[in-house]
């Protein structure tokens, strides 16, 4: 596996986007993390509140060696032990008794916490997987800080989290793949951060292992992990949505050089979503207006990226607003009309066969313009400008995210 990671802005630009849905598989008042785990059925779940037992589901066991303690607190999971497993990043590991498994598609899920980038000490952090040569299902953050999700050797799909949010914080990773259908995606802390079309090879077949590959030696990770599960299906963005709604974390406010928005906004509508967007040259810090612009495009990307796997086209506004898809199909909708609700801009949704593009344009002076653009599934662009008004040529955006409830739903 290569770990080599050229970083560009447009193209690569992450698709990290939060839709509160009504999810598939899971009760909405589920009572703590576990339980809204386990109502997914996976095949394998490990909390890792000791340093060895058994898993949640099924006959599958775990047990630690070298340097593997427990620590505490952990991540803000709600009716846990509040225990993890914490590696010391030279000789720790977790083996487990589960092995294979996995046929044509996957789901790997995790809560991380990083003691030091690994930049910074030139490994790479083995988070976990079924290790094989030439047929890969491995979660791991590579020496450039990216989590990066092999499938089959020489193929991943990566996402470069900011820095400032590794060390000494947790946070929740899930990775899906389903073969069949050439998909990828990966999720941080509920939110799908990449999406490709790259799949991989069905038939994972080798022990899971936590912490340490045995097959590609030399990866230990460093800090803590815990909540670790193998599912024989990739997981749906609502169900990922669901799983990390149950935990407590999505209480507390994330906070960034980029990002304002404590108090809700102004309008009609009230949230306390916050936004953090990056360029070639770092943050770019948002009004609260204009991250309510960007949470309406993410609210519409989310949903045309849905339309597109689903409907194999693209949706126009009107459907977006109504929620009237083809065939009753299970896509989120917009909760408000933008250009009736938003006093600060303009919105526009062009669409054409796979490709769409919007607009949020500044009705005042003083704040930035957004656009959105996407001409096949997976990939979309961003660009910002000052004048008020974005297109293709302005300024690209590269890492972006949002934290905190949509504007798009079910």
Not at 368 to 392: E, L, N, P, Q, Y
Request: aromatic share 10%; proline share 4%; with cysteine.
């Amino acid at each position: 596996m290569s770990t080599s990671r050229q970083w560009t802005t447009a193209a690569t630009a992450a698709l990290a986007v939060l839709s509160i849905v009504q999810p598939s598989r899971l009760n909405a008042a589920q009572a703590d993390f576990a339980s809204a785990v386990t109502a997914t059925t996976p095949i394998a779940y490990f909390r890792l509140d000791a340093t060895s037992g058994k898993g949640e589901v099924g006959s599958s066991t775990y047990k630690s060696s070298g340097g593997v303690t427990t620590g505490s607190p952990g991540a803000a999971i709600a009716g846990s032990s509040n225990n993890f497993a914490k590696f010391d990043g030279v000789s720790g590991f977790i083996l487990t008794t589960q092995k294979g498994g996995v046929g044509s598609s996957a789901s790997i899920m995790a809560w991380v916490n990083l003691a030091e980038l690994p930049s910074k000490t030139g490994n790479i952090f083995y988070v976990a997987g079924e290790s094989e040569v030439g047929n890969d299902l491995d979660l791991q953050f590579d020496t450039d800080n990216a989590i990066k999700f092999w499938t089959a050797a020489g193929g991943h799909i990566s996402y470069v989290p900011p820095p400032a949010t590794l060390v000494n914080q947790w946070h929740m990773i899930v990775a899906t793949l389903d073969t069949a259908s050439h998909s990828r995606n990966l999720y941080w802390d509920g939110k799908l951060a990449a999406h490709d079309t790259g799949g991989g090879e069905a038939g994972k077949k080798t022990v899971f292992t936590i912490g340490y590959s045995p097959v590609f030696s030399g990866r230990f990770f460093k800090g803590g992990i815990e909540e670790v599960a193998l599912w024989d299906y990739a997981l749906k963005a609502s169900d990922v949505i669901a799983i990390y709604a149950a935990s407590t974390a999505t209480a507390s406010t994330t906070s960034s050089a980029s990002s304002t928005g404590a108090a809700p906004t102004t309008g009609p509508f009230a949230t306390k979503a916050t936004v953090e967007i990056e360029d070639a040259k770092g943050p770019v810090k948002l009004k609260r207006e204009e991250q309510i612009a960007y949470m309406f495009l993410s609210s519409i990307e989310v949903i045309e990226h849905n339309c597109q796997l689903t409907l194999q086209r693209t949706c126009t506004m009107a459907e977006m607003l109504s929620g009237s898809y083809p065939g009753k199909a299970n896509i989120e909708r917009l909760k408000f009309d933008p250009n009736k609700t938003d006093p600060n801009y303009s919105y526009t949704v062009a669409t054409g066969g796979m490709a769409w593009e919007a607009h949020a344009n500044a009705k005042k002076p003083g704040l930035i313009g957004f656009c959105f653009m996407s001409r096949d599934v997976g990939t979309t662009t961003v660009t910002v400008s000052t004048t008020g008004k974005a297109g293709w040529v302005d300024n690209a955006i590269g890492n972006r995210g949002m934290s905190g409830d949509s504007f798009a739903t079910q």
